[in-house]
């Protein structure tokens, strides 16, 4: 299982999101995943919601001293470039040239990501949490940081973004914008990948690998570029 995100992490890239990434785009992006279902079968196939990110290029080679395995070096639209160790042959990414179809890597999504946080349901409205930030914003710095730690990770980098917004203090960050850049950060994390080759009657077949494929965007920032959302029919 790959590491999560420490609280002051999570609360230096949510505070670096907030001013490179549109209020309206944050919560576009949200919304659209929210709205994702859980993967179900049906006709003998997996359809899995996936955040989706088209292979460009792939190059390989036999592995080194074992004669029934590949690597590949795959490239990838707006991810890093990643090393793949598989037993398959390179058939798969032939038949995908001849065919002019794509290969995909992709996150699976699950709500997971979204991680709501417990206050969700104890809290009437953001006036509650505008009233006890303006009360804590007024204790000295070292009480904040007490009280940040004690109300847990999501009310720190509330506080947090309270206290370091420019120009009225009054002005408070949203719950909905929150849940938002917390989720793009945790997206922008390093991830478990399925490797996906296309298959002659448009569905896709896992590429198994002797490890996890773990992936990254190069730039949490362009959120567009995560917002390519597919089901896929696994076979």
Known sequence: MLPSLSEDEMEKSVSFLQNVVPVEL?????TLLDQLSAPRFANC??????????????????GQGQETSFTYKVKADELHDLLITTEDKPDHFLRAKLTRQTLLLVLPWTRSFL?????????????????????LYSLP?????RAAR???????IFLTLLR??????????????LQALQLIVRLGQPFSAFFLAPQPGGEYKRIASDRHIIAQVKDMTSVRSMMDVRTPQIL
Request: aromatic letters at 12%.
């Open 26 to 30: 944050a919560l576009e992006f949200y």
């Open 45 to 62: 196939r997996l359809h899995l919601f996936c955040i989706t990110f088209p292979v460009t290029g792939v190059k390989w080679k036999r």
């Open 115 to 135: 991680e709501l946080p417990d206050f969700e349901n104890d809290m009437q409205s953001m006036s509650d949490w505008s009233a006890v930030g303006s009360t």
């Open 141 to 145: 710095s070292e009480s904040q940081s």
């Open 150 to 156: 004690f109300l847990g990770q999501p009310f720190g």
């Open 164 to 177: 370091d917004s420019p120009g009225d203090k009054g002005a408070v960050i949203s719950e909905s914008h």
